[in-house]
Structure formats: C-alpha cells, structure tokens
C-alpha cells in the first residue's frame, strides 16, 4: 500500500488482527514462508506461512530493535546471548565513547532474537544492534 500525499509506504496498525490476517493470506498465496516488516522507530512484524516448514500454522511476531543513540564502540553486557530473556530497562549492552559508557537498556520484558553487531565494533548512530521479542 502507499501513501501517495507522502510516498512513503504506509500499511497503518501492524497490530491490526484484519491487517495481520490480509498480510499473512497474502504471504500463504505467493508460496513464500515469511515476512517481515520494519517500521522506522525499529519495531517489526514476522509473520509465518503455513507452509511443511513450519506444520500449516500461521504466527505473528511483533519484536523490538534496540539501535545505538551514538556513534562509539558497540559492547554487549554480560552473558546476553540470542534466546536470553531480559527484563525492561534491564541493561543488555553499551556503547563506548572515549572514556565514556553510556548504558543500552531493554524497552520492554521479552526475550533476545538476534544480535545485530559484534562486541567491540564501531557502530554509527541509528545501527540496529539487538532485537527484542516483548512478553506478555
């Protein structure tokens, strides 16, 4: 869907159940076995096809990306590992500026998908570094 006042796409509420059923018809109709959607604040939708991969059922996974709020040496806290569930505001990682280390927390309770750079690595501002699935 586009937006034509303001080209940009604009599919409205991810969190639309008919919006999530339309997309996830769409999904099964072209044979592909998932979609993922990412908005500019870093919150996405996975949704999952009924294909033999994943046993006919449909899924619809809203997550979290957490991005640098600076430009500095990317460090992830602790034992943080994909799987890891964290809880909100728990800090999960840092950024380094020089002599500086400024705190990366998690926006809500949920659990690490994926982490999106090496510990140590330069990262620019806006660089997705984690991304996190909230709990209920």
């Known amino acids: 869907m586009r937006d034509g006042a303001?080209?940009?796409?604009?599919?409205?509420?991810?969190?639309d159940p008919k919006l999530i059923e339309k997309l996830s018809d769409w999904l099964e109709a072209s044979g592909l076995y998932e979609l993922e959607i990412r908005?500019?604040?870093g919150q996405s939708l996975v949704l999952v096809s009924g294909g033999s991969r994943y046993g006919g059922?449909?899924?619809a996974v809203e997550t979290a990306t957490i991005?640098?709020?600076?430009?500095?040496h990317f460090?992830?806290?602790?034992?943080f590992a994909v799987g890891r569930s964290v809880e909100a505001s728990e800090v999960i990682g840092q950024i380094e500026i020089g002599p500086l280390r400024l705190p990366l927390s998690s926006p809500s309770k949920g659990v690490v998908r994926e982490?999106?750079?090496?510990?140590g690595e330069l990262v620019g501002y806006g660089?997705?570094?984690?991304?996190?699935?909230p709990m209920q």
């Open 115 to 119: 982490i999106k750079a090496r510990s």
């Open 6 to 15: 303001r080209h940009r796409n604009g599919l409205g509420n991810l969190a």
């Open 39 to 41: 908005n500019a604040d």
């Open 127 to 133: 660089t997705a570094l984690f991304t996190v699935e």
């Open 67 to 72: 991005k640098a709020p600076f430009a500095g």
């Open 57 to 59: 059922k449909r899924q």
């Open 75 to 79: 460090l992830i806290a602790g034992d």
